[in-house]
């Protein structure tokens, strides 16, 4: 993805496209990884109601 060394001009078309797709790919990520964390957020939430020391026996079942 990188430009020609030396490359003061416009991009091609083709390194147009490679950069599009990486910057796609890049925010597909980055927006996988916000779902994941909102996840494992919300779910930990909803499964560890008593935030403690140790799990109760309902809380071990819930992260099973």
Do not use: W, Y
């Not at 950069?19 to 909102?38: D, H, P, R, S, Y």
């Not at 919300?42 to 935030?51: A, M």
């Amino acid at each position: 993805m990188d430009l020609p060394q030396g490359s003061n001009g416009p991009i091609t078309s083709a390194q147009r496209e490679e950069i599009m797709g990486a910057v796609k790919q890049q925010i597909a990520i980055a927006n996988t990884q916000e779902l994941l964390t909102k996840m494992s957020d919300k779910c930990f939430h909803k499964c560890i109601t008593k935030p403690g020391t140790s799990l109760d026996s309902s809380e071990q079942v819930s992260i099973m």
